[in-house]
């Protein structure tokens, strides 16, 4: 992937409350943090979507060190 160009995606997860989302919120932030980081816990999917210049690896990566599922979403 090229990392120099803005990145959209969404990923599904399973973080089920504010306090999980701000905590992975900020885990993404301190590896890239210039990322709008958004996730919509309403939604069945429980949505992350990232945008700006990131590895989507990584933000699985990080989800998964903290035990949650992260997929992106086709």
């Not at 919120?25 to 210039?34: A, N, S, T, V």
């Amino acid at each position: 992937m090229d990392v120099n160009r803005t990145n959209i995606e969404v990923f599904i997860t399973n973080i089920q409350n504010t306090i999980q989302s701000k905590e992975i919120r900020q885990d993404i932030l301190r590896e890239y943090p210039k990322l709008k980081v958004d996730f919509d816990l309403e939604d069945i999917d429980k949505v992350l979507r990232v945008e700006g210049f990131f590895d989507s690896k990584v933000i699985i990566e990080i989800l998964t060190a903290k035990m949650y599922k992260c997929a992106i979403m086709l």
